[in-house]
């Protein structure tokens, strides 16, 4: 049997063990959800139609924001187009400076792994990535990943990933940046993982990926691509209720 006091050093024993490299919105926390329920709590649309949502059930709105055409759900409140995407990702900048919606926003299905992560005394690096630079992801990612060497990097992906070992695992909400990693990581035994829980990142109705992961793993024959699953409704739910209800 293992000796409980020492570590496991995950990089001998598991492909992807070296560490972890983990998108923070989605796969973490959803922030970009309680950034729009911070919209409907506060009253301030931003000129956009938060009415649309606002009286509907929490069933209801986690189903729209898992639904969402948009990695950006302020995009898709603008269901008429009338303001730029650059302009609404400004706009959800300005809605993430306050830092309550970091606090509240509960931990996602990694929450498991950190459980294990603890229990088996395992011993890897962390790296959360945003593509912003949020004030915020670094302090919540210290409270989120308790005792653990959790990295906060940000901005341009290729640069972010250099920082890791060739044998890390990757988690990423975004296919767009799974396409983008895998080519980065091209050569090298990589296990990247793919969120399948949001429309945004399909072609269709949760049917047709936008890009055919086989078609990008043939492409980078030593890196593993595969999906799973960052959602808990039951968890989400219940933790957006008592928001609400509050």
Not at 133 to 160: C, M, W
Not at 213 to 233: Q, Y
Request: charged fraction near 20%; proline fraction near 3%; include cysteine.
């Amino acid at each position: 049997m293992m000796d409980a006091s020492k570590t496991l050093d995950t990089n001998v024993f598991f492909s992807g063990g070296a560490g972890m490299f983990l998108q923070y919105h989605d796969v973490i926390k959803p922030v970009w959800l309680y950034a729009v329920i911070n919209m409907i709590i506060s009253n301030e649309d931003y000129g956009l139609p938060i009415n649309l949502i606002k009286n509907q059930s929490v069933a209801s709105i986690l189903e729209w924001y898992m639904n969402r055409r948009y990695v950006n759900p302020l995009q898709q409140l603008d269901w008429a187009h009338r303001i730029n995407p650059d302009d609404l990702d400004m706009i959800m900048q300005a809605i993430l400076k306050d830092e309550s919606i970091y606090r509240l926003a509960p931990v996602l299905n990694i929450g498991r792994m950190i459980d294990v992560y603890h229990k088996q005394h395992m011993s890897f690096p962390i790296y959360v990535y945003s593509e912003h630079d949020e004030p915020y992801i670094k302090s919540d990612t210290i409270r989120v990943f308790q005792g653990i060497n959790v990295k906060y990097v940000h901005g341009d992906l290729q640069s972010a990933i250099k920082k890791c070992d060739q044998n890390f695992t990757y988690i990423f909400s975004n296919i767009g940046l799974v396409k983008s990693a895998a080519e980065y990581l091209k050569g090298t035994c990589s296990h990247i993982l793919l969120s399948s829980d949001f429309r945004y990142n399909y072609r269709d109705n949760h049917k047709t990926f936008k890009y055919d992961l086989s078609e990008i793993m043939s492409n980078n024959p030593f890196t593993r691509l595969a999906t799973t699953s960052t959602m808990d409704i039951n968890i989400l739910g219940n933790a957006f209720d008592n928001i609400m209800r509050g």
